[in-house]
């Protein structure tokens, strides 16, 4: 019990105690340090769960199939996202989410070991092309995740009944629909797209504009590489080095799909996908009626630079982003004016640069034009 005179009870204002004997209640030093001990408990909890996140898209993207079959929790399912949090496809919830929506949608697709927050302008998170769209020309923007260790086909099939339940649960007409993608997510999108034309879904008939953000579509260098590897490792007559070519070839089905560009159940159904370097590749040339764009990037400054020359962007080469086949069948005619390349830009940085953002907002302001391509 306090036994101290009255003037003993007055607070004591340049005292770092962080209670008033009293009183119970904080001091304003106290009050401001655990203002900022919250701040950066939330910090770490945000961090925490990004760092939880990355990590289950790599692991998807690195054995995504296994998970997938074996109904694994880890498994992500196919779906669109917002601010982290699965996207319910109902007219009340695309209204509370979207407030100011309109008839132009934007579904922005990732690559690869990915997740919808790749797209997020570094120190900036809130940034990214679709919320630009959003602000600068009034679409709606959709943020697809997925798992991305899966066969592309497969994923173009769940996209497909994906963008059906969209249009259905859309609360208004959707005049326009654009399509954003990185890497793989292009594949995907081509397959979806591929899906759509032959079931004659509706809102494929509302696709106007696809951009292709280093998408590898006759195939990435690193998987080929990756084939050749297990291939020649599993031909030693010592078992523990053709462990190491069984390893190399335990790789999702997703990433042996990017070996040649597959988009297409019949591009590998049925066969030995750790066959060397056999590409079994289909035709599928890109769909009519919208524009296409392509926008790469390279490692240095001059495009004759050999390390650019055979390594692009550090995953993907020029040529196949472009679609420029030996082979006839397997070219897609991509029009000049719709490529742009930026020098010393990795793979990873196309999907969150302000240099690539306007560039896709000039093209997103051009006139749409239904499109003939040319295959070279």
């Not at 769960?49 to 054995?63: D, E, R, S, T």
């Not at 597959?262 to 769909?287: E, I």
Request: proline residues 7%; glycine residues 8%; aromatic residues 10%.
């Amino acid at each position: 019990m306090n036994t101290s005179g009255p003037s003993n009870l007055q607070p004591d204002l340049s005292s770092k105690t962080a209670f008033v004997q009293d009183s119970g209640f904080l001091k304003p030093q106290a009050q401001t340090s655990l203002i900022l001990w919250k701040k950066r408990l939330r910090a770490a909890g945000k961090s925490l769960q990004k760092g939880a996140n990355v990590g289950v898209g790599i692991l998807n993207g690195v054995v995504g199939d296994y998970l997938h079959h074996h109904d694994n929790p880890l498994a992500v399912r196919m779906g669109f996202y917002f601010k982290g949090k699965p996207l319910p496809l109902t007219p009340d919830a695309l209204r509370s989410v979207y407030p100011h929506m309109t008839s132009k949608i934007c579904v922005i697709i990732h690559g690869l070991v990915c997740d919808e927050t790749i797209w997020n302008f570094p120190g900036s998170p809130q940034t990214n092309y679709g919320a630009l769209l959003q602000r600068d020309l009034g679409y709606t923007p959709f943020y697809l995740r997925y798992n991305t260790g899966r066969h592309i086909s497969e994923n173009g099939r769940n996209l497909f009944e994906l963008m059906g339940e969209l249009m259905a649960a859309f609360p208004m007409p959707v005049r326009e629909i654009i399509f954003i993608t990185h890497s793989m997510g292009g594949l995907v999108t081509r397959s979806a797209c591929d899906y759509g034309l032959r079931a004659d879904a509706a809102w494929v008939k509302k696709v106007r504009k696809l951009f292709y953000l280093g998408s590898p579509h006759l195939g990435a260098p690193l998987e080929k590489l990756a084939n050749a590897a297990a291939f020649v490792l599993k031909k030693f007559p010592r078992p523990y080095i053709k462990i190491i070519g069984d390893a190399i070839n335990v790789r999702s089905s997703g990433i042996k799909d990017l070996r040649f560009g597959y988009v297409t159940d019949a591009d590998w159904a049925g066969r030995d996908p750790d066959l060397f370097l056999k590409n079994t590749k289909n035709r599928l040339p890109l769909m009519e009626g919208a524009s296409h764009y392509v926008i790469t990037g390279r490692l240095t400054e001059n495009p004759m630079h050999p390390v650019s020359r055979w390594f692009g962007d550090a995953l993907v080469r020029k040529p196949s982003a472009l679609g420029r086949s030996r082979r006839m069948e397997h070219s897609l005619g991509f029009p000049p004016c719709h490529h742009r390349e930026y020098p010393a830009m990795g793979h990873m940085k196309l999907a969150h640069s302000p240099e690539v953002y306007d560039q896709i907002r000039e093209w997103c302001e051009q006139p749409i034009i239904h499109e003939r391509h040319i295959h070279e």
